[in-house]
């Protein structure tokens, strides 16, 4: 059993910067793909951006490329989503995501492919 405790949410003005971070229990860390998703009120949960075990290679959804960084630092069980210039649109609850150990996930974006998830983390982008 993983479990995930997300934190860094909070309140921003739109072109603002917020990092979340998702810490993670145990020792498999390193051998697990991790994901950010997030869901908006009155929305369906959407992929935001993952990172494999791996190789570290990274996926994100369009509306956040060139804006959003996702990293790990398996030393740490962590994985990061750093987010700048925040617009009001990515106000959500953000949510983390991990995989199976072992498991290679080809469609990150996939939900169904995580099987452990944490509470969420609350981010509001102010106009």
């Known amino acids: 059993q993983v479990q995930l405790v997300e934190s860094g949410g909070g309140l921003v003005q739109a072109g603002g910067s917020l990092r979340l971070s998702c810490a993670a229990s145990g020792r498999t860390f390193s051998s697990r793909c991790m994901g950010w998703f997030r869901q908006a009120p009155g929305k369906e949960r959407e992929f935001v951006a993952a990172?494999?075990?791996?190789?570290?290679?990274?996926d994100y959804a369009d509306s956040v490329k060139g804006r959003f960084t996702i990293s790990r630092d398996n030393a740490k069980n962590t994985v990061y989503l750093q987010m700048n210039s925040l617009k009001p649109e990515d106000t959500a609850v953000y949510y983390c995501a991990a995989s199976q150990f072992g498991t290679y996930i080809g469609d990150l974006a996939n939900a169904r492919k995580y099987a452990y998830w944490g509470q969420g983390t609350q981010v509001t982008v102010s106009s």
């Open positions: 990172i494999r075990w791996r190789d570290s290679s990274t």
